[in-house]
């Protein structure tokens, strides 16, 4: 099984964030996340317990420009006759707090692999919220955001905490412990998404 990695919008170049929005609110002491940071390192820090267990990976957008979703699908697609899926990393904003994992509207292998990140996500944050939809009978919610429609591989996009949420921004996503926990339930699910959806 091959992971398709995707840290969502443009890092930091020499000081200066790459994605217009995006961002926290700066907060009273004057510290602010940027999420295209926040994605990296999530996915920085997936990328080297991979490596250490020896599963296959790819990092589809690894600059620190904003790459075109175009291009990340585009990307993505080239390995879409392996047995692969794609992940794309984020975190949230617009009013709330907790977890989401999105896969395109219809039921097929993505929405098992949704299923695995929200229980893995529920086993390292027990007391934080999980924010499904179970009108369909899973946890996952749907949405047609392009990198979900346009890749030819089961497809997945979560959405790891409210960055415009004071606290679980500044306890969280922006705290080395908090992205250590992010990564771990990743890291957790994809292991078993690798098991019992590739049987690998």
């Known amino acids: 099984m091959l992971v398709l990695l995707d840290n969502g919008h443009g890092g930091i170049i020499e000081g200066v964030y790459q994605t217009p929005g995006k961002r926290s609110p700066i907060w009273k002491d004057g510290s602010q996340l940027f999420e295209g940071e926040f994605n990296r390192a999530v996915v920085n820090r997936i990328v080297e317990a991979l490596t250490g267990l020896g599963v296959n990976y790819v990092n589809i957008a690894p600059e620190y420009h904003d790459v075109s979703l175009?291009?990340?699908?585009?990307?993505?697609?080239?390995?879409?006759?392996?047995?692969?899926?794609?992940?794309s990393v984020h975190s949230n904003?617009?009013?709330?707090?907790?977890?989401?994992?999105?896969?395109?509207?219809g039921d097929d292998k993505s929405d098992k692999i949704a299923e695995i990140f929200?229980?893995?996500?529920?086993?390292?944050?027990?007391?934080?919220?999980?924010?499904?939809?179970?009108?369909?009978?899973?946890?996952?919610?749907?949405?047609?955001?392009?990198?979900?429609?346009?890749?030819?591989?089961p497809s997945i996009l979560t959405e790891s905490f409210f960055m415009d949420n004071e606290q679980e921004c500044k306890s969280i996503l922006m705290t080395r412990q908090g992205r250590d926990k992010i990564a771990q339930y990743h890291l957790n699910a994809i292991l078993k998404v690798k098991q019992q959806v590739f049987n690998t």
């Open 70 to 87: 175009k291009t990340r699908v585009e990307r993505a697609n080239r390995y879409a006759n392996a047995p692969c899926f794609y992940l």
């Open 93 to 105: 904003s617009g009013g709330g707090c907790g977890f989401e994992v999105f896969t395109s509207p």
């Open 118 to 153: 929200g229980i893995e996500y529920q086993n390292v944050f027990p007391d934080k919220t999980l924010r499904a939809d179970h009108t369909d009978n899973d946890l996952d919610k749907e949405q047609r955001f392009y990198v979900l429609t346009h890749t030819k591989m």
